[in-house]
């Protein structure tokens, strides 16, 4: 077990990534150390890829309608299920151990000042990533996120203080996928799928996290100015 | 007096949602400060005050689509 820990990696002379596998981490907890590492960085320090999965919780976005949570409070209390109000783009999803959480937090300025070609240069991670494993991920019009026929791996949300960019990717994997029923995922009308519900056996985490990094340095290494 | 306008947030972005302002009218905020906060697509962005001020104007109501390049925020230079 055990996972990535602490690697780094150079991207260019202005942008080294140090990634940080933080486990099974609780919300709030990240979300403090997240906004720690935006003022890191807004200094000068290197970027950071931090990586982990949280117990069940549901994040509403700053477009989140309370009507998309589908049970009440006091029921999800019962099972332990916090929500919390955070200031990512987007509307409601749910975390949940099985699920990897992915938080980049570097400066789009070294890369290109565009929120929507960050998103989009994150569902092409995520769409290699998924090939990896044999399945066919795929954008659909007008919406941002990742899906494989007509049900939703992955969902995304960003944001940005001085161009430095926080919060980001959640790609189910072993995700429990009965959680998705307390809420309407995204405020859509969609069914939420994992990796391992599609191909049918439980993938390792640690296997995912490599993935994922390897396709961020490809990625982004590809689009360096 | 000083505005704080919606700046450019990447290609073909024409406008942006106002989801809050961290601040209202007549209160002080310092240079570099996080003023206002806009949505688009799943993505918020911050919008600093440049310089120290007093608030005069907030120029929309939250829920607002704004253009870019639209001012957000009026505000008087503190000092000046």
């Known amino acids: ?225 | 007096m000083l505005e704080i306008c919606l700046p450019e947030l990447g290609e073909g972005i024409e406008e942006a949602t106002i989801a809050c302002y961290h601040f209202a009218e007549g209160d002080s905020v310092q240079a570099d400060e996080d003023v206002v906060e806009v949505v688009t697509d799943k993505a918020t962005f911050n919008v600093p005050a440049d310089q120290a001020g007093k608030i005069s104007r907030l120029c929309f109501k939250e829920g607002d689509k704004a253009p870019i390049g639209a001012p957000l925020v009026i505000m008087e230079a503190s000092g000046a």
Not at chain 1, 57 to 79: D, P, Y
Not at chain 1, 181 to 208: A, F, K, W
Request: contains cysteine; neutral net charge; proline residues 3%.
């Open chain 1, 1 to 225: 077990m055990g996972g990535v820990h602490f690697l780094e990696f150079r991207m260019s002379s202005v942008t080294n990534f140090k990634i940080q596998d933080l486990g099974l981490i609780a919300y709030q907890e990240a979300y403090q150390l997240q906004k720690q590492v935006v003022k890191e960085v807004m200094d000068g320090g290197d970027s950071r890829i931090l990586l982990c999965e949280h117990p069940p919780v549901i994040t509403m976005g700053r477009m989140a309608k309370e009507e998309h949570i589908l049970f009440s409070k006091m029921e999800l209390n019962a099972r332990g299920i916090d929500i919390e109000y955070i200031d990512r783009g987007g509307d409601i999803t749910l975390h949940a151990p099985g699920q990897l959480v992915v938080y980049p937090i570097f400066n789009l300025t070294a890369y290109r000042r565009d929120l929507h070609w960050y998103l989009r240069c994150l569902e092409d991670i995520v769409i290699a990533l998924l090939a990896d494993f044999g399945i066919v991920g795929r954008r659909e019009p007008g919406q941002t996120g990742v899906w494989v026929d007509n049900r939703k791996a992955v969902s995304m949300g960003i944001g940005v203080k001085r161009w430095v960019c926080f919060h980001g990717v959640g790609i189910n994997v072993n995700t429990d996928l009965n959680l998705f029923s307390y809420i309407q995922p995204c405020g859509l009308n969609v069914e939420m799928t994992s990796i391992s519900h599609i191909i049918g056996r439980s993938v390792e985490m640690d296997q995912v996290k490599a993935k994922f990094v390897h396709h961020f340095q490809r990625v982004f290494q590809s689009r360096e100015e």
